[in-house]
């Protein structure tokens, strides 16, 4: 067990009582407002298992909302912010970062027979104390349920991680998904008395309707727990936040294509990272963008996007057994646009080789769209980078993104898409797509200029360069080109958004609870 540790941070956990009941989004909302009384906040969880990551400045590999909360608290991510990232390769595989970087691949039982190991326990406590040292409040994220009985003597990121930073703990329910009462009664019943008094107070999450229907419903669980219900939270719609867990993906399977506009297909693949690469693309009000499980919902797009992937083999040929593979090549020769990002560009290509079994092993053909090949090595290169966009103009295009890639891929033919740049030698030689000197090229681009790929993660989030694509696509479309200026309120609203929902958050919740628990601290 982690025992307290002797820094000044105060401490708060937003626990759940389940997946996905909107734990990130309550310590995104929390960490902004506080942020904004002037106090200096950082987030921290100890443990995540997400596809979508984020790089830090320098280079390390965190989970995105560690990223999103980072930016809630005013201060750039960092590593320490979420110690261990658990990234699914498979139903029972995942790669382990720590602090970072990769650590090693494990399958699930071996992982969990080892989660108290030294080394674990470790990085978790010196990245804590390394927070706790510099910030005043550190606001801890829990995962999954505060109850999981089965992972009691192997968590090391809910209970064990309260009782290092000595927590009070909000404890969060999502009433959307039904048996909100339950799920609270339940969870405060499974934990131990020591667990219960820490809890301060309850929310209740993700309410639609008129919130005084509740009302009886609260006077329940605070008579029935004796711990107050700090308010119910109603669902907000259209809150321009990216977000770890897939319900944005499956509402989005719903949208129908327009004839006024962008309409694009992102196929899904059951290993898909990274899928809020698509997020800003998706806010530009004259795009339709759907994601496509079959062909069949993939028909009529523009444009079809192929996603990063965490087993790009295994997704190539799930694509294939689908019947994706007919459907590309009808679709490029119809004068469609075809965009592959890292995973999805790998696919593109001729051929892809996984000698040292860094994902599944083994090798296979891809769509032959590109004239690429790629081989995946076990150094993998995670860094943000800045770029220039070399097709879709006349006129260079400025890019802020990352890489996070194991895969090198060398270009037999076609022109590269981007020019980036990084102060750093290129183990590689010149030209190398995913080599680093001071100035190198990344993905590439046919000769009619309709299919490309790239690793490039985070591309369409700059406005102007995502405004010359969709107008390039409006001109191939016969639609009128719209005015960057759209694109740039699009990305300002999402600028925005966090105080939006921090915003939300101040009214309706009675925080009085959570500023007690701080001043008790000297936090405030």
């Known amino acids: ?68 909360q980072a930016e809630a608290c005013g201060i750039p991510p960092h590593v320490d912010m979420n110690p261990i990232l658990l990234k699914p390769e498979s139903d029972s595989r995942s790669q382990v970062i720590v602090q970072g970087r990769v650590f090693a691949t494990r399958e699930a039982k071996a992982y969990f027979a080892h989660t108290r190991d030294a080394e674990l326990m470790r990085a978790v406590r010196e990245s804590y104390d390394r927070l706790a040292s510099q910030y005043e409040v550190i606001v ?34 999502d009433i959307d998904r039904g048996g909100v009462f339950a799920q609270i009664i339940g969870t405060l019943d499974l934990i131990t008395r020591e667990e219960r008094d820490r809890v301060c107070g309850i929310v209740i999450n993700k309410f639609r309707g008129d919130a005084t229907l509740f009302a009886d419903g609260v006077r329940f ?66 795009v339709a963008l759907r994601y ?13 996007l192929l996603p990063g992937s965490k087993s790009t083999l295994m997704d190539l040929a799930y694509l294939r057994a689908k019947g994706f593979e007919p459907l590309l090549h009808a679709h490029v020769d119809g004068g469609g646009e075809l965009v592959g990002i890292c995973g999805g560009y790998q696919m593109l290509g001729r051929h892809i080789a996984d000698p040292e079994r860094v994902e599944s092993g083994g090798s296979g053909e891809g769509f032959g769209l ?75 681009v046919s000769d009619d200029g309709l299919v490309w790929g790239t690793y490039i993660h985070g591309l369409f989030d700059e406005p102007l360069c995502r405004r010359a694509w969709l107008n390039r696509v409006r001109t191939r479309k016969g639609l009128p080109a719209v005015d960057v200026i759209c694109s740039q309120r699009v990305s300002h609203q999402r600028l925005g958004a966090l105080d939006r929902w921090a915003d939300h958050v101040e009214q309706h919740l009675d925080l009085a609870v959570i500023w007690a628990l701080l001043r008790q601290g000297g936090a405030v």
């Open 292 to 304: 496509a499980a079959t062909p069949d919902e993939a028909t009529g797009a523009d444009v079809i």
């Open 370 to 444: 590109l004239q690429v090949t790629t081989v995946l090595m076990r150094d993998k290169i995670t860094e943000q980078i800045e770029a220039s966009a070399l097709h879709l103009g006349s006129t260079a295009l400025p890019v802020r993104g990352y890489l996070i890639h194991v895969g090198r891929t060398h270009r037999h033919a076609h022109r590269p898409c981007f020019e980036l740049q990084r102060a750093e030698p290129s183990p590689d030689g010149p030209g190398d797509a995913t080599g680093r000197e001071d100035a190198w090229f990344d993905g590439a």
């Open 221 to 286: 669980l605070t008579e029935r727990t004796g711990i107050p219900v700090l308010g119910v939270l109603p669902f907000l719609r259209d809150l321009a936040l990216d977000q770890e867990d897939s319900l944005d993906v499956d509402i989005r399977r719903q949208i129908a294509f327009q004839p006024d506009r962008i309409n694009l297909a992102v196929l899904l693949l059951p290993h898909m990272s990274n899928f809020t690469d698509f997020n800003t693309l998706a806010e530009e009000p004259d």
């Open 140 to 173: 801890i994220e829990g995962a999954g349920s505060a109850a999981e009985v089965n992972l009691r003597d192997r968590d090391l990121v809910n209970w064990p991680v309260v009782t290092m930073a000595d927590a009070g703990v909000v404890l969060v329910g």
């Open 1 to 68: 067990m982690l025992m307290p540790h002797s820094a000044r941070a105060k401490a708060l956990a937003i626990l759940g009582t389940g997946s996905d009941v909107g734990k990130s989004m309550v310590t995104s909302g929390l960490c902004r407002i506080l942020h904004r009384a002037g106090i200096r906040v950082a987030p921290f969880k100890a443990q995540n298992m997400s596809l979508n990551s984020y790089v830090t400045p320098e280079g390390g590999e965190i989970g995105r909302a560690q990223a999103l």
